[in-house]
């Protein structure tokens, strides 16, 4: 039996690796997971000092009020002009035109306009006021970091006491892996040899903490986007590999043989009898 294989080296990775981090600024009053520790969705992984974000709810929850009372307050006025404006008009018709003037009906009418546009813009003051309450609210709900997936925690880079400055970028506090069972080997094939490697194809692997043992693995992509490295092309390849055994671990440098042709029971003659002197 003749097999050729491809023989490439690369990192394990998780298949997904999330970084969490955090949109406000603040204090870390506390951390409640550490390294290695298995997390569910929604699980809290670490908590702001929170009081600054409390306060600011607090005053914008008081501003919503005051929105709303002057609602009432504009309501009431302009239910007020509006009386007004209709007793000066019945009058101004039962006599005919005489009582009250032309100038007291236009006074009253500009009266009941304002009214009806402070009506308006009072209650778009309480639009304004409930948005910043939402949005102070959703500050202050971002203060609990809270896990997005269900996995392991590979990496806490924050401690209790600690200030995090949420700026143009989003500070990373933690990097969850989703599933370690399943992992992917991320290869880099040269040029010569990336013709023959396909998805499907078998191939196996070693580490360096194991090198007595070789892991099973399967081709799962190979990626059109080449990587120059010293003038040296290459193409990276994935490959999925099952990892039940949590024996590996992410960053691992492997080595893998891709098995890209197989012959079976065939002739074979050794490369001595090719040369001669």
Do not use: C, W
């Not at 981090?21 to 603040?26: P, R, W």
């Not at 402070?118 to 202050?140: G, I, M, Y």
């Not at 992917?184 to 070693?206: K, M, Y």
Request: charged share 25%; hydrophobic share 40%; aromatic share 4%.
């Amino acid at each position: 039996d003749l097999t050729m294989r491809v023989t490439a080296t690369g990192n394990l990775e998780p298949t997904n690796q999330v970084d969490v981090g955090i949109e406000v600024s603040g204090t870390v009053a506390s951390v409640e997971v550490d390294d290695n520790d298995a997390v569910q969705v929604g699980q809290v992984l670490a908590r702001l000092d929170t009081s600054r974000l409390e306060a600011q709810v607090r005053k914008s929850e008081a501003a919503l009020q005051s929105a709303r009372s002057r609602v009432a307050q504009m309501q009431a006025t302009q239910a007020e002009t509006g009386k007004t404006l209709s007793r000066l008009q019945r009058m101004h018709k039962s006599t005919g035109g005489k009582i009250p003037s032309e100038q007291e009906l236009d006074t009253a009418q500009a009266a009941y306009t304002r009214a009806q546009t402070e009506v308006a813009s009072a209650h778009a003051a309480v639009a304004e006021a409930e948005a910043t309450l939402k949005l102070n609210q959703t500050d202050l709900d971002k203060g609990v970091i809270r896990s997005p997936i269900n996995g392991i925690v590979l990496v806490r880079t924050v401690e209790p006491g600690q200030t995090v400055a949420a700026s143009f970028q989003a500070p990373v506090l933690f990097t969850l892996a989703e599933d370690l069972t399943q992992m992917e080997l991320r290869v880099d094939v040269d040029e010569a040899d990336v013709g023959r490697v396909q998805a499907g194809q078998s191939a196996s692997f070693t580490v360096d903490a194991y090198p007595d043992r070789q892991f099973a693995a399967r081709v799962e992509q190979v990626r059109y986007g080449a990587q120059v490295v010293d003038g040296v092309v290459t193409y990276e390849t994935v490959l999925r590999v099952d990892n039940r055994e949590q024996l590996l671990r992410p960053g691992m440098t492997a080595t893998a043989d891709i098995t890209v042709a197989e012959f079976k029971d065939v002739m074979l003659i050794p490369n001595a009898a090719l040369r001669f002197t």
